[in-house]
């Protein structure tokens, strides 16, 4: 369905069936990480140190086997030498982080970002319910934080999406980007992947070391959500915004305000597209007119060609 065809109810908020019916288009994706190890392994090659080994059993020692995972106590009760040998962890924990703050309750076109957030952030957790992976996540807004532990199975996803839909925040005040960062850096263990789907205003000093402090024990996806005129006015006119409380009269005919709207824009995406590469954080975009499935369709086949 095409944006323009999308109801109004549904441009403004997102309901349990609309997440619940994402489940066939998100059939098609396989949102793997980047490297993958051999089929006798775990799903996942880490990069990342922390939990995922877990003890299998001890034999024999066998040529090329690693000296630091020899099995001392046995070898000196058996007088042979023997060998610990681990497994790693098929499931992975997978974190989605979903911004409701009141930014995100716009668009101009196709629909507001925080439905957008809401529409990724489901067709991950299939994808992820499709792969086994424990499912996850954290919305926050000025209304609070609330944290999910991931847990595995179809009861997970649909603790998710009803969070999704109507969230019930505990007590503790609202939280701004750089506060929701800290709390993930506490919720998320070593290993997850994370995806944070926001449209980062707000991205200061403190909130990027709160980003750095997290990619170095997980693999973190930023997930952009903007509208088509955060990057740049439209033509020449007078145009009104409301929120139902203030109005707002635009007039973008002084070509250099234009320039300067559009510069600012694009300084932001640079920025935060150096942030990813110094941490080795994946970027990735997704407008309020676009369809969610084609954006991550689209970086599903980047990964895997």
């Keep these: 369905m095409s944006p323009s065809a999308v109801p109004e109810n549904d441009r403004v908020a997102v309901s349990l069936k609309t997440l619940v019916d994402l489940a066939k288009p998100a059939a098609m994706l396989n949102m793997r990480p980047r490297q993958i190890r051999a089929a006798q392994s775990g799903n996942y090659l880490s990069h990342f140190k922390g939990r ?153 000093p403190l909130a990027e070391n709160h980003l750095a402090l997290i990619a170095r024990h997980c693999e973190v996806v930023l997930l952009q959500i903007f509208d088509p005129l955060e990057s740049r006015l439209p033509e020449k006119g007078r145009y009104r915004f409301t929120d139902k409380i203030r109005d707002i009269l635009l007039d973008t005919g002084e070509s250099r305000q234009s320039h300067a709207y559009q510069r600012r824009f694009q300084e932001r995406q640079a920025h935060l597209k150096q942030l990813c590469r110094k941490l080795r954080m994946t970027l990735l975009t997704c407008a309020t007119n676009q369809s969610p499935i084609e954006v991550l369709s689209a970086t599903h086949a980047q990964w895997t060609a």
Excluded at 60 to 67: A, H, K, S
Excluded at 109 to 129: H, M, N, P
Excluded at 152 to 170: E, I, N
């Design 52 to 204: 995922g080994m877990a003890f299998a059993e001890t034999r024999l020692y066998q040529p090329g086997d690693d000296v630091r995972r020899m099995d001392w106590r046995v070898t000196a009760r058996t007088d042979k030498p023997h060998s610990k040998v681990f497994c790693e962890e098929r499931e992975r924990p997978l974190f989605i982080s979903v911004d409701y703050r009141p930014g995100m309750a716009f668009a101009t076109r196709g629909v507001f970002k925080s439905v957008q957030a809401a529409k990724l952030a489901a067709l991950l957790a299939w994808a992820a319910l499709r792969r086994g992976d424990r499912i996850g996540g954290q919305i926050f807004s000025d209304a609070g934080c609330l944290e999910l532990r991931p847990r595995s199975g179809k009861a997970a996803l649909l603790r998710f999406f009803d969070a999704l839909t109507l969230p019930v925040y505990p007590d503790g005040g609202g939280n701004d980007l750089t506060s929701a960062l800290a709390r993930l850096q506490h919720h998320a263990h070593p290993g997850s992947r994370i995806y944070l789907i926001s449209d980062f205003r707000g991205l200061d």
